[in-house]
T-cell receptor, first 112, second 119 residues
Framework: EDQVTQSPEALRLQEGESSSLNCSYT??????LFWYRQDPGKGPEFLFT???AGEEKEKERLKATLTKKESFLHITAPKPEDSATYLC?????????????FGTGTRLTIIP | DAGVTQSPTHLIKTRGQHVTLRCSPI?????VSWYQQVLGQGPQFIFQ???????GRGNFPDRFSARQFPNYSSELNVNALLLGDSALYLC??????????????????FGQGTRLTVV
């Protein structure tokens, strides 16, 4: 069964203090790894898709990387508006559907 | 362009009642998936519908059912509600098509969710 583990569960950073969030996964065959941002009471907002080990994608202060066992979401010089829960999900090949298996998320708080 | 829209946004029901949640996908998206998110957890896959056919089902009891209409909108139905069904119900749409290539843009875009409270 596909599994996704995210760490840490919660992270508090000072504004401008860079850090990384981790997503470890096991999947029968990876079709894609997805990062989402979720604000309280809202639906997840799509950030990135990574398809193969070594791939990297960037958007503003965020950079996502992928290895064969884990993905990192690097946040550089964060601002208070980056505070949210960041969710990682995997999609497996070969089952004929687009089921996403999510982790429990990392709750990020940026202190001004 | 409008994103994924869900209705209602909030709902309070009594144990044993039935509920119907609705979802309209992004224009051009034929695939709709439903997820349940309990507080403090990640979303859990319930169903995927593509071209009005069920393409996948998660580990949920038969009290949960869904359907997709010719305009690709979808309904999620839950019968005999339990307290444990209280959650944020999320709908996602995508350009998913199992016949297309590996690097197709398959991102799932989520609606704002329906907050269901069972009392």
């Amino acid at each position: 069964e596909d599994q996704v583990t995210q760490s840490p569960e919660a992270l508090r950073l000072q504004e401008g203090e860079s850090s990384s969030l981790n997503c470890s996964y096991t999947v029968s065959g990876l079709r894609g790894l997805f990062w989402y941002r979720q604000d309280p009471g809202k639906g997840p907002e799509f950030l990135f898709t990574l398809y193969s080990a070594g791939e990297e994608k960037e958007k503003e202060r965020l950079k996502a990387t992928l290895t064969k066992k884990e993905s990192f979401l690097h946040i550089t010089a964060p601002k208070p508006e980056d505070s949210a829960t960041y969710l990682c999900a995997v999609q497996a090949r070969g089952f004929g559907n687009e089921k996403l298996t999510f982790g429990t998320g990392t709750r990020l708080t940026i202190i001004p | 362009d409008a994103g994924v829209t869900q209705s209602p946004t909030h709902l309070i029901k009594t144990r044993g009642q039935h509920v119907t949640l609705r979802c309209s996908p992004i224009s051009g998206h034929k695939s709709v998936s439903w997820y349940q998110q309990v507080l403090g957890q990640g979303p859990q896959f319930i169903f995927q519908y593509y071209e009005k056919e069920e393409r996948g089902r998660g580990n949920f009891p038969d009290r949960f059912s869904a359907r997709q209409f010719p305009n690709y909108s979808s309904e999620l139905n839950v019968n005999a509600l339990l307290l444990g069904d209280s959650a944020l119900y999320l709908c996602a749409s995508s350009l998913w098509d199992r016949g297309l290539g590996r690097h197709l843009n398959t991102e799932a875009f989520f609606g704002q969710g329906t907050r269901l409270t069972v009392v």
